[in-house]
């Protein structure tokens, strides 16, 4: 099982670029999210999805886009890079519904992305 | 809004020693409490949770107390060994979403 990959790892960008960070996983996992992490302030929320087709904003949403058109798949997408998005940003998937909320959150390897 | 606190940021103990780390949440609604623990070079890796009907759980030389009233959990490490050093992050989830908010983290440094 590859559980949840993210890409690129590494990726530097000019200060007004645009990309896409990509995640995917293959657990059928209804709950998705992103996350970043920065010194000192741990892993904070961006964006999350309780399934396709919804997607909702976490506690530092703004400068990023998402969607989930898919169950597998939840990209990233930073409309204008900015320094100050300069982070480690991770990708994680976890199983939801009924019973079974809150469980076990699988996290990617992540991708380390610097803004210049 | 909803908030987790852990400490201490930096912890450093002998080989054999016990380690201890604290969070505490902000949102009393909250039911269920994860640690995670993350190497270098890597996503976050779940150790341990524990859910708010239990107030200890234990799973070999790891164990998460929870006391609801005081809204803090805390996670022990007993015996520690040198692989046990990595960043460990507390998280905090209300019932009825999978949204975790977690803690700063925690270095934990085992020095042989």
């Known amino acids: 099982n590859a559980g949840v990959t993210q890409t690129p790892k590494f990726q530097v960008l000019k200060t007004g670029q645009s990309m896409t960070l990509q995640c995917a996983q293959d657990m059928n996992h209804e709950y998705m999210s992103w996350y970043r992490q920065d010194p000192g302030m741990g892993l904070r929320l961006i964006h999350y999805s309780v399934g396709a087709g919804i997607t909702d904003q976490g506690e530092v949403p703004n400068g990023y886009n998402v969607s989930r058109s898919t169950t597998e798949d939840f990209p990233l997408r930073l409309l204008s890079a900015a320094p100050s998005q300069t982070s480690v940003y991770f990708c994680?998937?976890?199983?939801?519904?009924?019973?079974?909320?809150?469980?076990?959150?699988?996290f990617g390897q992540g991708t380390r992305l610097t803004v210049v | 809004g909803e908030n987790v606190e852990q400490h201490p940021s930096t912890l450093s103990v002998q080989e054999g020693d016990s380690a201890v780390i604290k969070c505490t949440y902000s949102d009393s609604a909250s039911n269920y409490f994860p640690w995670y623990k993350q190497e270098l070079g890597k996503g976050p890796q779940l150790i341990i949770d524990i859910r708010s009907n239990v107030g200890e759980k234990k799973d070999q030389r790891i164990a998460v107390t929870l006391n609801k009233t005081a809204k803090h959990f805390s996670l022990h490490i007993t015996e520690t060994q040198p692989e046990d050093s990595a960043v460990y992050f507390c998280?905090?989830?209300?019932?009825?979403?999978?949204?975790?908010?977690f803690g700063t983290g925690t270095r934990l440094q085992v020095f042989p």
């Open positions: 998280a905090a989830s209300r019932p009825g979403t999978d949204k975790l908010i």
């Open positions: 994680a998937s976890s199983y939801s519904g009924g019973a079974h909320r809150n469980t076990e959150a699988f």
